[in-house]
């Protein structure tokens, strides 16, 4: 009797054990799926942030700004434009010229 009460001291230690660990290895899960949801809300964050500074850099107010400003650029006049249809230069100042040269 005595070595049955033995047998079942020893697997009621090997279970509990056993619980501890399960306990431990669950808490560490549990912390791992807490810091990766943490990092997912910053990933978010960060790409909203970036989403909205995207859209400020591209805004059409900006880059006439930028244009006008840093590259110099202007808006042609109507003389200045050339029309073509068909590949043939049909008004503009090139028009003119080529009305000249014939």
């Known amino acids: 009797m005595s070595r049955l009460c033995l047998v079942f001291a020893c697997v009621l230690m090997l279970s509990a054990f056993s619980l501890v660990t399960a306990r431990y290895q669950s808490r560490l899960l549990f912390v791992s799926s807490e810091r990766m949801a943490a990092k997912t809300q910053e990933l978010d964050v960060e790409w909203r942030r970036l989403q909205l500074e995207r ?3 591209a805004r059409n107010a900006r880059v006439d700004q930028i244009a006008r400003q840093e590259l110099k650029m ?3 006049t109507p003389a200045q434009t050339v029309y073509m ?3 043939q230069i049909v008004s503009g100042p ?5 009305g000249g040269e014939q």
């Open 94 to 98: 090139a028009a003119v010229m080529q």
């Open 74 to 76: 202007v808006v042609p």
């Open 55 to 57: 859209a400020e850099l």
């Open 85 to 87: 249809k068909n590949g």
